[in-house]
């Protein structure tokens, strides 16, 4: 469970999001001593009235995440930093799991590419 505090510190601006269809990533390096990757999964009910179309996009992205997190925590283990991550939902269709494994990857390799 992501903390309110971290929630709310997470999206205080300026935040850095990414866009790979079927979600969207906001992310922030995060402060002080836990967990190096704090993961915040959000599918609205806007897009998907049903809980269990809800459920099944969480449930994919959860997913993605595990299958592809060993790319972003042995980089951040690497770095010895910390990051703040929020995963959300944007199409209002179902999506195939392996575009939203392939989208997850993209957006892992882009947080963890040196910024310059």
């Known amino acids: 469970m992501v903390s309110r505090k971290t ?3 997470l999206f205080a601006s300026p935040l850095r999001s990414l866009t790979s269809f079927p979600f969207r990533a906001v992310f922030r390096q995060a ?3 836990g967990e190096r990757v704090v993961v915040l999964l959000s599918v609205s ?3 998907f009235k049903h809980a269990v179309d809800r459920n ?3 449930r994919q992205m959860r997913e993605a995440y595990r299958q592809e997190k060993h790319l972003l925590t042995s980089t951040l283990e690497e770095r010895g930093e910390r990051l703040n991550v929020a995963f ?3 199409s209002d269709q179902p999506v195939d799991s392996r575009r939203v ?3 997850m990857r993209w957006i892992i390799k882009q947080i ?3 910024s310059s």
């Open 7 to 9: 929630i709310e510190t």
């Open 56 to 58: 099944r996009a969480k």
């Open 31 to 33: 402060e002080g001593e």
């Open 88 to 90: 959300i939902w944007l």
């Open 112 to 114: 963890i590419a040196p």
């Open 45 to 47: 009910k806007r897009h």
């Open 101 to 103: 494994r392939s989208s």
